[in-house]
């Protein structure tokens, strides 16, 4: 009868364990907002998956992460003024319920001055509210070469309310092991920025 016991509090300790082992965060949590609501990626090169092999993109990864569909709206070269012009045709006529922005990278690139940058992003954002969608945004540093974006981003938030996450390449530009050239990001680079949308989906549920 005592082995009996202790093969039953044997299987229940495994079992537990087991569970404790695949229950973490990760893929096959419950979702984060709302089953009915459209999630859309929308950006620049970033977001498209340049550098990325296919469907290894951030927001391929971050659906399967999800376990749902997530929308690639993501346009090579895109700044926050061809962007703003594209809002409507690309996202608000989806009625989207999230969105996850990545722009900015080009308008620094094209010497576009920070608070130009940030009163688009702004005017993106607050139109997205207004029709009814939560905003994530990733942020951008380059060092050496930042020009205010940085400020420019945290302002977004505190001016909006989005969910920032204030460098989403950190760590990632400049590591040649995460890089496809020095712009872009390779599948290991994509799938940390996946996974740091994903957390920030998480936070806002």
């Given at each position: 009868m005592r082995k009996l016991v202790y093969l039953l509090f044997?299987?229940?300790a495994l079992s537990?364990?087991?569970?404790?082992?695949?229950?973490?965060?990760g893929e096959q949590e419950g979702e984060p907002i709302s089953a009915g609501d459209v999630i859309i990626c929308f950006g620049d090169s970033l977001t498209y998956g340049t550098g990325a092999s296919p469907g290894m993109d951030y927001p391929s990864r971050l659906g399967r992460k999800l376990g749902r569909e997530v929308i690639n709206a993501g346009v090579?070269?895109?700044t926050t003024a061809s962007a703003l012009n594209r809002l409507e045709r690309d996202v608000l006529s989806a009625s989207p319920g999230l969105v996850l922005i990545t722009l900015g990278g080009n308008d620094l690139k094209n010497g576009v001055p920070a608070d130009e940058a940030l009163a688009n992003l702004i005017e993106i954002v607050e139109v997205l509210q207004k029709n009814g969608a939560r905003v994530i945004v990733g942020g951008l540093r380059f060092p050496m070469r930042d020009r205010g974006y940085?400020?420019?981003y945290a302002e977004?938030?505190?001016r909006t309310g989005v969910v920032l996450i204030p460098n989403v390449l950190d760590g990632i530009l400049g590591n040649r092991n995460l890089m496809s050239d020095p712009i872009h990001p390779n599948d290991d680079g994509y799938e940390?920025?996946?996974g740091r949308f994903y957390?920030?989906?998480l936070d806002i549920r």
């Amino acid at each position: 009868m005592r082995k009996l016991v202790y093969l039953l509090f044997g299987l229940i300790a495994l079992s537990s364990g087991y569970f404790l082992f695949v229950s973490p965060r990760g893929e096959q949590e419950g979702e984060p907002i709302s089953a009915g609501d459209v999630i859309i990626c929308f950006g620049d090169s970033l977001t498209y998956g340049t550098g990325a092999s296919p469907g290894m993109d951030y927001p391929s990864r971050l659906g399967r992460k999800l376990g749902r569909e997530v929308i690639n709206a993501g346009v090579p070269g895109d700044t926050t003024a061809s962007a703003l012009n594209r809002l409507e045709r690309d996202v608000l006529s989806a009625s989207p319920g999230l969105v996850l922005i990545t722009l900015g990278g080009n308008d620094l690139k094209n010497g576009v001055p920070a608070d130009e940058a940030l009163a688009n992003l702004i005017e993106i954002v607050e139109v997205l509210q207004k029709n009814g969608a939560r905003v994530i945004v990733g942020g951008l540093r380059f060092p050496m070469r930042d020009r205010g974006y940085g400020k420019a981003y945290a302002e977004l938030a505190e001016r909006t309310g989005v969910v920032l996450i204030p460098n989403v390449l950190d760590g990632i530009l400049g590591n040649r092991n995460l890089m496809s050239d020095p712009i872009h990001p390779n599948d290991d680079g994509y799938e940390l920025m996946a996974g740091r949308f994903y957390e920030a989906v998480l936070d806002i549920r």
